[in-house]
């Protein structure tokens, strides 16, 4: 069984970080992603990595960073420059291939809920 755990922190200065960690299966081939859903809205693609490649959703490229950690099988996020707007729930997702759609993804992580505060 494949499940996907997330945590986040906000940080002094500005600076998100979240975690995913998966279990039941390597992350080394996978594409993990971060998708994130503001109060009433739906839910959009933040950034995602596989093997060293990474993608970035132009609303924070510039200001984050995705990396991650095989022999943890944990994927990291960080966000900088926080605003308002980055307010969410962050969910991370696995899936098979490179592709950034949401239904594109085959596991899913129940979400941590972030807010900056202004």
């Known amino acids: 069984q494949v499940q996907l755990v997330e945590s986040g922190l906000v940080q002094a200065g500005g600076s998100l970080r979240v975690s995913c960690t998966v279990s039941?299966?390597?992350?080394?081939?996978?594409?993990i992603s971060w998708f994130r859903q503001a109060p009433g809205q739906d839910r959009f693609f933040v950034a995602g990595?596989?093997?060293?490649?990474?993608y970035y959703a132009d609303f924070v490229t510039g200001r984050s960073s995705i990396s991650k950690e095989d022999t943890e099988n944990t994927v990291y996020l960080r966000i900088d420059s926080l605003t308002f707007e980055d307010t969410a729930v962050y969910y991370c997702?696995?899936?098979?291939?490179?592709?950034?759609?949401?239904?594109?993804?085959?596991?899913w992580g129940k979400g941590t809920a972030v807010t900056v505060s202004s």
């Open positions: 039941g299966r390597a992350i080394e081939h996978a594409m």
């Open positions: 990595i596989r093997w060293s490649a990474t």
């Open positions: 997702a696995m899936s098979n291939r490179v592709d950034t759609r949401e239904d594109a993804m085959d596991y």
